[in-house]
């Protein structure tokens, strides 16, 4: 297992980090129990995880059971200190979640006690915000995105709130660096830029969609990437089970997320089917399984610091497992980025 360093922190991630979201509904507890220790095994010592999970579905009976999943590998034994955490406090419309209220400083004080609470820990190693206040364009948003209902003072002053929470928390040990999730270049530049001019913690990271089928990330995120040591931690990178090929042909595998969000949260559409096909032949071409080239592919990118992979069944944990020291060859990535040309933003 390779490791890279999480922003300017001292904080070193495995490239593959172990997704939580389904325990608490699609898994139970001692499955979640489970793929930790085998995650922990394999080289993996990052965890993540949200307040209001789990999901598929998302409700106000389930919300924050994932945690209290942790929080009980903790209580039995689990070693703390092997593991990097990372939560997220939620914001608008997460109605199990403080009533659905948006992000504040004062909300984010109330949801890491929560969260601390449920994991049986006394800090998280990466606090993030699941989304911004003042809208976002993912999970296909982006084909009506409108920010001009924004206000640019209103946003400077929240976020001036939430760094000067987050130092507080750092101060108290109950956090040890902030993130943000689903956020575009200029918010996240925002936060830089307010935390440089007034001395207060500095956004390590930035957790977006990202796969072979949704690359928005690739142009202005990847230069703010680089140029500003903010990676990013790609969620979904196998396009909520896609990529393995599974649901082509109008397939629903018994137990799939499709028997549970029949469209896949949007992103099923009449250009995804052959875009998959030709990720599949591909992989085919070259003797590699699908999932393990899209997650190989993933962390191949420069401005990758984890790519986060979920899994409800242990087969399925260890084909992500094998994709760890896979490289892959100069020839599959041109033909990937052929078929990328081909197929551009396919949901």
Known sequence: MQYRRLGRTDLQVSLLCLGSMT???QNTTEEGHAQIDRSLEAGINF??????YPVNPISAETQGETERVIGRWFAKGGARDKMVLATKVSGNGATGARKGEPISGDAMRRAIEGSLTR???DYVDLYQLHWPNRGSYHFRQYWRYDPTR???DDTRAHIQDVLETAAALIEEGKIRHIGLSNESAWGTQQFLEIAETQGLP?????QNEYSLLCRIYDLDLAE???NEDVGLLAFSPLAVGLLSGKYQKGQTPEGSRKTLN???GGRLGPRVEPAVAAYLEIAQRHGLDPCQMALAWCYSRPFMASAIFGATKMDQL?????AADLTLSDETLEEIDAANRAHPMPY
């Open 119 to 121: 994991l049986q820990t």
């Open 150 to 152: 924004q206000s640019r």
């Open 23 to 25: 325990w608490g509904t």
């Open 47 to 52: 965890v993540d995880t949200a307040e209001m």
């Open 262 to 264: 029949p469209n896949l």
């Open 318 to 322: 260890e084909v992500a497992l094998g």
């Open 202 to 206: 500095r956004v390590v990271s930035i």
């Open 224 to 226: 703010l990437s680089h």
